[in-house]
């Protein structure tokens, strides 16, 4: 049991979360036995006592609208997430899909009950430590390795959202496919993003084989926005994975996401046994106070939670509300950033495979020494990763920055709540189509080198059977009585930490409605230069961050952040959608 008591700022008790482990044993039909840990639940939101009506926020109005249909016929937030998750695999290809994984936090407004399911990828069990290594051991070009076979892994977001429906769904499992399979025969208009993001990726890389065949015409030229897309091969794989999810694992689909990844250049190593050994996993998320909040997020193998919380509460010892969008603020910000990625990239990974002092990283004591390092006059000359307790050293990281990644939010007419990231790593994944989907190059999301120039093992290396780390950063934020006050997420690779983490600091600390928080400036401080969006960032603030030694670089990303989010104001929900992206949030 596990008690939050603040003298000063009373928080409710947290008395338990049910969590479970599936056992790679079981058989794929119920997920088998599971493994029970300690409980934890939030004092629960009656449900009797919700009248604040239903809202999503995702990247596509056609992906909002397939949400609220579904809930309309009485379907619950799960249900609304696989109809989301399937219309944005197709009108939002170049970001997520059946072909790719996901995380997912859960809130019931029943029971109080929140949980993490894990639905990320997994290498096959032939991968290798050198995979990603040319003849000289040398890292391979980026777009060679994403768009070879060896890139995919076991996709795991079919596998999540089937267990999330056996829990919590309310509509017949085929029901919340229906609205994308209907899209895809009568057909969409491509939107300006894809259709954009088709065009350039000529400046990148040749345009995989996938993207050409759905993308472009027969004279090679990308369809231009507004044309009118139509996909019924995508339509049928629904159908049929709304029969029965295991066609994904055991069927004709896995067959050919087999042979896919066999063909040229660099075939992969997945096996039909790696697709039916794949089992999604239901866990207890992290969840931290900041102020008289508290956060749950996602814990490894994604790095989001622990990197976005770590910022927070290093920030913790700051008055932020007092600095709103000043020098200040943003400095502190920046510094935290700092410390935070460090951290992250020393010692997260697959907590399967390596040890992740999670409560060590998180420990308040540990985040006020780190900010100690924080002048608030002047940058600190190096960050430098922490020793925190639990940890060993580890090597110095050598991960590619991550893209291709989208999130929703989901309140239904309970007040349960849906956050989910989900993926398929790169632009349109591999690039490699099968059944009408883009399959996922999740495995460049490990280190290609599995050891650094001194030769210690690096934490997110490549091993058979190893989810890649992420940074994907679902969160849901609980007020100080326990009750549902916000969610929130966002793509972006690594620098979803930074995108959700400003956007927490926006409506906690600065006051800000979802829209004015997700739309502040994207400031990324991964490394020196601290990438700065072009554009959006006030000048004179600039010019007072540079005079306290900061050095920026204009970064315009590939991806970029797609914040969505959901508040609970006393004016009802509230909603936020990237205005980098298409999408919107809606209420009924």
Known sequence: MFNIKDNKKPLRKIISLATCLVLASCAPVDYGPTIAHPNRQFEATPTLSWNHGAMISAANPLAVEAGLEILRAGGSAIDAAIAVQTTLG???????GIGGGAFLIYYDAHNGN??????????????TPNMFLDENGRPLDFFTAAKSGRSTGTPGVI???HMAHQEHGKLPWADSFKPAAKIARDGWPLTARMAGLASEMRNWTEPGAGVKAYLYDAAGNPYPAGYVMKNPEYARSLDDIGRDYRVMYDGRIAQDIVAETHKAPLAGTLTMQDMRAYRPLKKEP?????RVHLLCGMGPPSSGGIGTMSILRMLENFDMAANRNTALGWHLFIEAQRLAYIDRDTYVADDRFVNVPVDGLLDADYLKARAALISPTSI??????????????????ATNLETGTTHFVIVDNKGNVVSMTTTVENIFGSQRM????????????????????????IVNAIAPGKKPRSSMSPTIVFDEHGKFELAVGSPGGNAIIAYVAKALIGMLDWGLTPQEAVGLPNVIARRVPTSLEAGRFDPATQASLEAMGHRFKSDRDSEGSGLHAVQLTPNGLVGGADPRREGKAQGQ
């Open 90 to 96: 197709l009108v939002e290809a170049q970001s997520s």
């Open 114 to 127: 929140v949980t993490a399911y894990d639905g990320r990828e997994v290498a096959p069990m032939g991968a």
């Open 159 to 161: 596998a999540m959202l």
């Open 286 to 290: 992290i969840c931290r106070t900041y």
């Open 380 to 397: 600190m000359a190096k960050a430098e990763a922490g020793n925190p307790r639990g940890a060993r050293r580890r090597g110095e990281d």
């Open 434 to 457: 099968v059944d009408g989907f883009f399959i996922n190059n999740q495995l460049t999301d490990f280190s290609f080198a599995p050891v650094d120039t001194l030769g210690r093992p």
